[in-house]
């Protein structure tokens, strides 16, 4: 398994340079509102969680309250949204929905966990354990129906465990992937599948890109989807945050999965359309997905740090054309590691999307204010 020391692993290469023309692009950015949804109840101020959706419904948990930032948490909140009252006089704003607290998540408290869902099972897992240095590898199965939680197999092989923080989770019908991540002194290229039949995690062929920490990740049309990150220095890097972007298509046979690399996001192609894309660049960012919208189905990413600066530039992704369109910034405060999800419009509007995303909780740069808003985003209002 390949991974990169830190202490060791110290190449820089600078950035790579064109001589064509290019085509200077407007990196203003007009399109797109943002509207507050219910905050987070109680001790919802914090950052760093993990999150999942089941059932139409999203699921935030753990993560750490700078209140108390040497005990992590195990607090389970559902978010259920509410209507939008389309046409109607502040119809966007009035569909607040409403957090409810569920069965703390029974593992160890942790923060930097990664959550995903395979059918009506949500799962959540690894991270960075109170003492802010030790990462995890169990993972825990949560029940919505019934509330409750059950342990399945961690992430290891005979040789060991492949503990981690800040990884990215890709989300199928039947298997998920967990990759990337960090236990703080390496950063890691593997991938590991998990089937809930099997209840066990098979690794696979490493991924070709740089290996990072704080990425994003989406699911679209049986792919998934990796970008932005940290990385100490590695080759696809500015500023030892990832430019390099790909898509995969999974298989049960490992050796079959496909990787593609597309177009950077950084002002690396021979092209004009990426001299605008100073600011996509980032770390432990949030995403989602709005579809079925009349100019097609998008990926959104939103707020993140750059080099210990919170950013709040929102970036819309186009699948057909594989660009990027600078979207609204984000109305509330600057903000990282706060959680994102995609939920389903219901009901469905004859010329409105289809689905619809969400950003909630998160921390500033340093960790010592943490937020409890949530906010719906709305690209062509």
Known sequence: MKRINVALFTLMIGAILFSCTRNKLSTTATNGLWVGRASL?????????????????AYVGTGLNPLTPLQKLTSLFQYTPAAIAYGLPYGYDSAYGYWTQMQAFPGQPRSNAVGFNIGNTGYLGSGLAN??????????AYNPAANSWSPIDSIHTENGSYARFDAVAFSFDTTAYVL???DGKDYFGDVWRYSPSANAWIEQTNYPGTRRSGAVSFVYHGQGFLVTGFTPGEVWAQGNLCYDFWRFTPSTDSSVNSWVRLKDIYNTNAAGFDNSYTDIIRNHASSFLILGQPSGDKAYVTLGGDNGKDINSTWEYDFASDLWTAKTPFS????????????????????EATTRGFVAAGLN????????????FFPTK
Not at 365 to 376: G, P, S
Request: glycine share 12%; proline share 5%; with cysteine.
């Open 131 to 140: 003492d802010g240095k030790t990462a995890l590898a169990d993972f825990y």
């Open 41 to 57: 109840p109680g001790i919802g101020a914090f950052g760093a969680a993990a999150s999942f959706t089941v059932n139409n419904l």
């Open 365 to 376: 740069q340093d960790a010592t204010i943490a937020f409890a808003d949530c906010y719906e």
């Open 180 to 182: 990337t991540g960090t």
């Open 332 to 351: 509330g405060t600057p903000r990282t590691g706060a959680v994102s999800f995609t939920l389903n419009s219901i009901p469905a509007i004859a010329g």
